[in-house]
């Protein structure tokens, strides 16, 4: 069973910065695209940026030019380096990953998520 474990959440002023990190742990798959997305309290889950094996990356609006994805490939590993953060940045962050596993099928999975809360 391949599983997402995500990293680097917690409490920062506005201003700030924050790094995440979700690696994909398991056996007999692999990766597509990866992502995150993030939930704040009484909103939808929302895609905050993703990047596919050897593609474009993707960004929020709200994000551009304050966050950047990046993956190691060779680790089964996404990062989301948070620079300049803001208190509407405030939610749960959510790893997400496309694979192909042991059985040739696809799966999208989620990670359990981290919480980044950005103080005024």
């Known amino acids: 069973q391949v599983r997402l474990v995500e990293s680097g959440g917690g409490l920062v002023q506005a201003g700030g910065s924050l790094r995440l990190s979700c690696a994909a742990s398991g056996s007999g798959f692999s990766l597509n695209t990866m992502g995150w997305y993030r939930q704040a309290p009484g909103k939808q889950r929302e895609l905050v940026a993703h990047i596919p094996t050897g593609g474009i990356t993707k960004y929020a609006d709200s994000v551009k030019g304050r966050f950047t994805i990046s993956r190691d490939n060779a680790k089964n590993t996404v990062f989301l380096q948070m620079n300049s953060l803001k208190p509407e940045d405030t939610a749960v962050y959510y790893c997400?990953?496309?694979?192909?596993?042991?059985?040739?099928?696809?799966?999208?999975?989620w990670g359990q998520g981290t919480q980044v809360t950005v103080s005024s």
């Open positions: 997400n990953a496309e694979i192909l596993n042991e059985y040739r099928t696809y799966e999208r999975l």
